[in-house]
């Protein structure tokens, strides 16, 4: 599994929908999924240490 599947595993386990809409939990997840971002590309190199 991979580590961004990980983080939205947790994400959707913990929040319930009202939160997981809410723009400081979007943005977050904007940031994961956004190739161009720096915590992206920082979950990239800590799958591929894994």
Same mark, same amino acid.
């Given at each position: 599994?991979?580590?961004? !599947?990980? *983080?939205?595993?947790? &994400?959707?386990? %913990?929040?319930?929908? @009202?939160?997981?809409?809410? !723009?400081? *939990?979007?943005?977050? &997840?904007?940031? %994961?999924?956004?190739? @161009? ?12 240490? %894994?």
């Amino acid at each position: 599994m991979e580590v961004k !599947e990980l *983080v939205f595993d947790g &994400i959707f386990e %913990i929040l319930d929908e @009202e939160e997981i809409q809410s !723009e400081e *939990v979007q943005f977050f &997840i904007n940031l %994961i999924e956004s190739p @161009e971002s720096e915590l992206h590309r920082k979950l990239d190199r800590l799958l591929t240490k %894994i």
